[in-house]
């Protein structure tokens, strides 16, 4: 399948005037692919009054998760701004039964409607803190009606819609020529049941209508200006669209040139993003992420989609791929469903597939509302059984218990779910790289790139302005890393020459968390078990708890060593067992196989993508930015080459005065001429032009060598302090000998 780029300016701007903001009838978040933090540790999963989320969001998936175990619908209500930009502060999120239905004589409505509302009290409120997160700060309980039994629960409307699962198999049997009553029977089948479904037959029949006239509305005119204006600016700037945009079946993906230079950098792990087929987004945004230098997420391309059948993400990650010049991850994490898998193993062939932990988790609640509902502490459970265990034998033997415990041995979704254990245990995952900082992290934050600015109540007319205003911030806060990195200091807690060499090479947030790992080797013992000559193998326990011991295979001549944790495969940082057994063997910096590019604070100074580098396009030099980008990577790695010995900083400093010349050279010659024939005016402006840069590079190469003198002395400094080092590691090991 070839892939080329699109130029917007092909399509008629009359194509996109049909409506997609009203494609699935909005009510407000379900369930979403995260549980708060603050709750993970409660069996019960109950509400109280101090409870904290990270954000709003989870406030409202957390209320609405115990809402379905409970037996009530619920649904947002007022909320407060602040006064100083704006953003919503306070939220109420309230039973769907709360107040009345207003006064009949003012209802216009011809169709008589049910009487649904009867002053329901409960609710839950939260505030934002100053902290950032969300704290509850007023709860009511008790309702006044009848709670719904879990066998109706899923007729609720706020536990009742299309997911994005389902929606992929009815756009691939509508195609196929299915009706709805056909749909419908494949769906009670493929659950277990209709109380699995999670909708009724009218939503289906509505999704199916629907379909045939999903299109981006008024707000397709704001995307395709944005790709014609980006287009026209950014020559590396990629877009495409699948099929005809002037009828339903228009998927749109696109990529700027930093994105797919970052994923130069960082395409070794990518998330590919569906937040908005399980919370109703009025779009179909789904981004494609990664993790930079600093542990913050990078955008590598966003598309948005309108049709959710197989061939529809076959196309977009072929064409994703296309755009990054057919360069494969390591990595990509995804939501577990059937059809993206399916897409996943056709495009990605050698790429290991996860699938989201936390979605896994929310579809958990609804495939076993029953379970839930009945055994509080079964979700605890669950999440245990996952999490803790850190063998594939302790996870064996957790999982059948907890199948005997709850007696669900003959359960048809944690039966398909433990079939494919080795897309979603992190004891399975661990031998491949995903860059997260813990192992049980699970993509708690798969959609945290945009978490603020698109969500889903975010229509097709605002969602480019809300797409910029992310991308600008991430990179502010890039910067920001990078200027704390560069300019502070962080501070030491050792005297091991470990902890500084790590402090010079990492970024500041990957240097605390290497410097967590080494400070708890100090109530991390190493016993050496057996030593094959070549290889040592030891036991590694925290004081104290010997039940817990990690192993490590040490190689003395290499010094490599493999850890039973097997965190540096996983996260690419090197843990406290390794770095224990590094302390036992007197091996006082860091091996260079153990430092992570990625991680380093010059992680973009070269290609971290095992060499594959996306091809931006010739005139891509054009930009600005481009040539600014270049020659400041260009110009790291010269500084880095140039200072590792008074031979080649001498070599470095000729041959940049060498390359000033040059340059200044050029700059004359780039003055405009009319025809061959220079003026007389524009001569003497040149002659006055030249005057001034010989006396800018005479006072540069002044400088220059007033650098090159210091420089010359700090370098003398170092290697005395080298020196002295170096001795002062003899004695010590003659001390040890001793």
């Known amino acids: 399948?070839?892939?080329?780029?699109?130029?917007?300016?092909?399509?008629?701007?009359?194509?996109?005037?049909?409506?997609?903001?009203?494609r699935v009838p909005f009510d407000h978040y379900k369930h979403a692919l995260a549980q708060p933090l603050s709750t993970l540790g409660d069996p019960n999963l109950e509400p109280s009054e101090g409870m904290e989320f990270d954000s709003e969001q989870a406030a409202r998936i957390f209320y609405n998760s115990y809402a379905r175990r409970i037996g009530f619908s619920t649904r947002v209500s007022v909320y407060q701004r602040s006064r100083r930009d704006g953003s919503i502060?306070?939220?109420?999120?309230?039973?769907?039964?709360?107040?009345?239905?207003?006064?009949?004589?003012?209802?216009?409505?011809?169709?008589?409607?049910?009487?649904t509302r009867v002053g329901c009290k409960a609710q839950i409120t939260v505030k934002k803190q100053t902290s950032g997160k969300w704290a509850v700060s007023k709860l009511v309980k008790e309702h006044n009606h009848e709670l719904v039994p879990p066998d109706k629960v899923h007729c609720l409307r706020s536990h009742r819609h299309v997911s994005g699962p389902a929606r992929s198999l009815i756009d691939t049997l509508q195609a196929a020529g299915m009706g709805p009553s056909g749909v419908m029977?494949?769906?009670?089948?493929?659950?277990?049941?209709?109380?699995?479904?999670?909708f009724t037959k009218v939503d289906c029949q509505n999704y199916m209508s629907s379909s045939r006239q999903r299109t981006f509305?008024?707000?397709?005119?704001?995307?395709?200006?944005?790709?014609?204006?980006?287009?026209?600016?950014?020559?590396?700037?990629?877009?495409?669209?699948?099929?005809?945009?002037?009828?339903?079946?228009?998927?749109?993906?696109?990529?700027?040139?930093?994105?797919?230079?970052?994923?130069?950098?960082?395409?070794?792990?990518?998330?590919?993003?569906?937040?908005?087929?399980?919370?109703?987004?009025?779009?179909?945004?789904?981004?494609?992420?990664?993790?930079?230098?600093?542990?913050?997420?990078?955008?590598?391309?966003?598309?948005?989609?309108?049709?959710?059948?197989?061939?529809?993400?076959?196309?977009?990650?072929?064409?994703?791929?296309a755009a990054m010049s057919g360069c494969?991850?390591?990595?990509?994490?995804?939501?577990?469903?059937?059809?993206?898998?399916?897409?996943v193993a056709q495009v990605f062939p050698g790429t290991r597939h996860r699938f989201c932990k936390w979605n896994v988790f929310r579809e958990a609640q609804e495939k076993l509302s029953d379970v839930y509902h009945s055994h509080p502490n079964f979700e605890a459970d669950f999440q245990r059984c996952i999490d803790v265990t850190e063998t594939v034998d302790e996870f064996e033997s957790c999982w059948e218990s907890l199948l005997l415990r709850y007696s669900l041995g003959d359960n048809e979704w944690l039966q398909s779910m433990y079939n494919t254990r080795q897309h979603w245990i992190p004891v399975f995952l661990r031998d491949t790289f995903f860059g997260e900082m813990y192992i049980t992290q699970g993509s708690d934050s798969i959609n945290s790139y945009f978490d603020g600015y698109i969500n889903a109540s975010t229509n097709a007319q605002v969602l480019i302005k809300q797409y910029e205003k992310a991308v600008a911030s991430r990179y502010e806060k890039e910067v920001k890393a990078d200027y704390d990195t560069l300019n502070t200091a962080p501070a030491l807690k050792t005297p091991s020459p470990m902890e500084k060499q790590a402090a010079n090479l990492y970024t500041r947030k990957l240097f605390m968390k290497f410097q967590e790992e080494l400070v708890e080797t100090l109530a991390y013992p190493a016993t050496a078990i057996d030593d094959t000559g070549l290889e040592v193998m030891y036991r590694v326990a925290k004081f104290g708890e010997d039940h817990k011991a990690h192993f490590v295979k040490f190689n003395i001549f290499?010094?490599?060593?493999?850890?039973?944790?097997?965190?540096?495969?996983?996260?690419?940082?090197?843990?406290?067992?390794?770095?224990?057994?590094?302390?036992?063997?007197?091996?006082?910096?860091l091996p260079s196989h153990y430092i992570l590019k990625r991680w380093t604070r010059n992680a973009k100074s070269v290609v971290a993508v095992d060499s594959c580098t996306v091809e931006m396009p010739s005139n891509s030099q054009e930009s600005y930015a481009a040539r600014y980008d270049n020659l400041c990577h260009e110009a790291i790695k010269f500084v880095g080459?140039?200072?590792?010995?008074?031979?080649?900083?001498?070599?470095?400093?000729?041959?940049?005065?060498?390359?000033?010349?040059?340059?200044?050279?050029?700059?004359?010659?780039?003055?405009?001429?009319?025809?061959?024939?220079?003026?007389?005016?524009?001569?003497?402006?040149?002659?006055?032009?030249?005057?001034?840069?010989?006396?800018?590079?005479?006072?540069?190469?002044?400088?220059?060598?007033?650098?090159?003198?210091?420089?010359?002395?700090?370098?003398?400094?170092m290697e005395e302090q080298k020196l002295k080092m170096s001795v002062k590691v003899q004695n010590v090991r003659l001390v040890l000998k001793d």
């Open 217 to 321: 509305g008024t707000g397709g005119q704001v995307v395709f200006d944005y790709l014609k204006r980006m287009q026209n600016e950014d020559p590396a700037f990629f877009c495409a669209v699948q099929g005809d945009f002037g009828n339903s079946t228009g998927n749109i993906f696109w990529v700027d040139a930093h994105s797919r230079m970052n994923y130069n950098h960082f395409g070794d792990t990518v998330t590919f993003d569906t937040t908005y087929r399980t919370n109703r987004y009025r779009v179909p945004f789904a981004p494609f992420t990664g993790w930079n230098h600093h542990g913050q997420p990078v955008l590598f391309g966003c598309a948005l989609l309108l049709n959710e059948s197989e061939s529809s993400f076959v196309w977009l990650f072929q064409t994703w791929l």
């Open 328 to 343: 494969h991850p390591i990595s990509i994490t995804t939501d577990q469903d059937r059809i993206i898998r399916a897409a």
């Open 558 to 589: 290499k010094k490599k060593a493999s850890c039973s944790c097997q965190m540096f495969e996983f996260s690419g940082i090197i843990c406290k067992h390794v770095l224990a057994v590094f302390r036992v063997t007197n091996v006082l910096t």
């Open 1 to 22: 399948m070839d892939i080329h780029p699109v130029n917007v300016d092909e399509f008629d701007d009359g194509a996109t005037a049909l409506d997609l903001e009203h």
């Open 641 to 717: 080459a140039g200072t590792e010995s008074i031979h080649t900083f001498h070599v470095a400093m000729d041959a940049l005065h060498e390359a000033a010349k040059k340059v200044a050279s050029a700059v004359i010659k780039n003055f405009p001429f009319n025809s061959g024939q220079q003026l007389q005016s524009g001569s003497e402006d040149q002659e006055k032009k030249i005057q001034e840069l010989s006396v800018e590079l005479e006072d540069a190469s002044r400088r220059c060598e007033g650098y090159r003198a210091k420089l010359v002395d700090v370098l003398k400094d």
């Open 185 to 198: 029977s494949v769906l009670i089948k493929e659950s277990g049941g209709i109380n699995n479904v999670g």
């Open 89 to 115: 502060i306070c939220r109420q999120i309230v039973c769907s039964r709360e107040g009345f239905r207003r006064d009949a004589s003012q209802n216009r409505s011809k169709r008589q409607r049910t009487i």
